[in-house]
């Protein structure tokens, strides 16, 4: 599977984005799939944003996020979204994308993962 992510920019703090995860080569309502969104500031690790499982309506936030952001998906686009409101300086990184065939216990583990998007740019400026 390939993932393409987009949606990313500069927003003001207290603004809003959406960033789209499309995959292509694989239907991914076909298996259980974990698909989640990390990110990278500069200078830091990468972490753990969000997953969801592509079979049902379970989702998972890191506390950092939790209340502000919130994924989602349309199997039919075969895509999944991470709407990001309230958004504060802390949050300016490089959001991906990434998915697994099975889903797993430890889905906020990137090693976890062995399919990436490319990245895109979230800038929010105070």
């Known amino acids: 599977v390939q993932l393409q992510a987009s949606g990313g920019g500069l927003v003001q703090a207290g603004g809003s984005l959406r960033l789209s995860c499309a995959a292509s080569?694989?239907?991914?309502?076909?298996?259980?799939?974990?698909i989640a969104w990390f990110r990278q500031a500069p200078g830091k690790e990468r972490e753990f944003v969000a997953a969801i499982r592509s079979k049902s309506s379970s989702t998972y936030h890191a506390d950092s996020v939790r209340g502000r952001f919130t994924i989602s998906r349309n199997n039919a686009k075969n895509t999944v979204y991470l709407q990001m409101n309230s958004l504060k300086p802390d949050d300016t990184a490089v959001y991906y994308c990434?998915?697994?065939?099975?889903?797993?216990?430890?889905?906020?583990?990137?090693?976890?993962?062995?399919?990436w998007g490319q990245g895109t740019l979230v800038t929010v400026s105070s």
């Open positions: 990434a998915a697994r065939q099975y889903w797993s216990v430890a889905y906020y583990s990137s090693s976890q993962y062995n399919q």
């Open positions: 080569g694989l239907t991914i309502d076909i298996y259980n799939m974990a």
